[in-house]
């Protein structure tokens, strides 16, 4: 009787006691930080012995490598991936929808949508869709930009139609979110055979889940999840430091602090603090800068553009340098990165900001250094020329004061005590001087 009981509660009892679902959380743009939390969720939960995982996402985009990267570790997962785009208001815009195609169950909260997926060009702004009929298709074939366009477009295409066709979901409608940007509602999507089922929860995905089949690695398995307890993996604090910094408005930022640093304390040696900071700001924005797409033309022109900077502020040249650094930087922040994703743009306002702002310091300091080089000097005894004096003894030598100094003089004029000069020359310690009202007194020898 007992054996038939355990039998009994084997078969019909649901899901093991001690069943895992491990929830991972894509928030934002998806971008290096991104992949490799959900790359490292993925190998962690699988040496954890975790039954499924849940790909909780809610992004606009972001860069193709990245998303790859993420689409690979699922299609390699040897446990079970369901992606939910949640909570109500979510979305799984451009690479979030070729992350959802390749989940082996793919969820939509309520009030959520997904689609737009189209690439965005080398350099910035959305590709076209179709050519229209009747286009010259000749002139479009010797447009470079066109026909690299249409490279994108063909490969985004073969990509997603493959994920579609890879987990039985609708490839025609994949292919027009690609070519024409259309998007779907949570539930057009599920009739649409987009996506496989509308859950509000976590819990209730699970549920609705249960006993649907899916294939891992050529295997069928039928899932059995519901109930099972729920984990939630946030980021670490080192996936979280890498995402802010790889922000490429951050980098960017880090990069200046880390430059303008370095100018600071080589302008004034010993001064620690520009030093210190420009360092650390500087290798944190390198290692931000190595895991985004650079162009290596801005880069250059960036390097340039510091090199003139450094010099200006070693070998001041009025200007000329610091000037030209300046603009050289502007250029090549324009220029710096490659390729662009929703949330992965360098803002032009920030660059223009920070030119505009550098161009005033620069050319500040070039203003206070022709004053300061036009000025009269106040260290030594050169600051003393064609300043006033006045006769206070002419025998047995000539005696000035000026500045409150007694000094002795020579002076081809014959001068008389409280006659104001005006000192022409120094020569040691005797100042040549002539009188300021100039006489007809000039000694006769």
Known sequence: MRILIAVFVLLFAGPVAGQTVRVLTIDGPIGPATADYVVDGLEEAQAANVDAVVLRMDTPGGLDPAMRDIISAILDSPIPVLGHVAPSGARAASAGTYILYATHVAAMA?????????????????????????????????????????????????YIRSLAELRGRNADWAERAVRDAVSLSA????????????????????????????????????????????????????????????????????????????????????????????????????????????????????????????????????????????????????????????????????????????????????????????RRGVAGVSHLLDTEAEVVATEPALRVVTESERWRAQSDYDLAIGDRVKVTDIDGLTLTVEPTDKRDNKRHE
């Open 110 to 158: 309520p009030g959520t949508n997904l689609g737009a997926a189209t690439p965005v060009r080398v350099g910035g702004g959305g590709l076209p869709g179709p050519a229209n009929e009747g286009e010259d298709e000749e002139a479009s074939d010797d447009a470079p930009e066109s026909a690299s366009e249409r490279k994108m477009i063909n490969d985004a295409v073969a």
């Open 187 to 374: 539930q057009a999507a599920v009739d649409e055979n987009v996506a496989d089922l509308v859950a509000s929860d976590t819990a209730d995905l699970l549920a609705q889940a249960e006993g649907r089949g899916i294939e891992i690695n050529g295997e069928d398995l039928t899932l059995e999840l519901q109930g099972a307890q729920i984990e939630d993996q946030a980021p670490d604090w080192r996936d979280q430091l890498l995402a802010t910094i790889t922000n490429p408005n951050v980098a960017y930022i880090l990069l200046l602090v880390g430059i303008y640093g370095l100018i600071f304390e080589l302008a004034n040696p010993g001064a620690l603090v520009p030093g210190v900071i420009g360092g650390i700001s500087l290798l944190l924005a390198l290692f931000a800068l190595q895991a985004l797409p650079v162009n290596f033309a801005g880069l250059g022109l960036l390097a340039l553009g510091v090199l003139f900077m450094i010099g200006e502020a070693l070998a001041p040249s009025f200007g000329a340098l610091g000037i030209g650094g300046v603009l050289a930087f502007g250029l090549g922040s324009v220029l710096l990165f490659e390729a662009e994703g929703p949330g992965f743009e360098l803002s032009i306002m920030l660059v223009g900001g920070v030119t505009a702002a550098s161009l005033v310091i620069f050319m500040g300091t070039a203003t206070l250094a022709m004053r300061a080089f036009q």
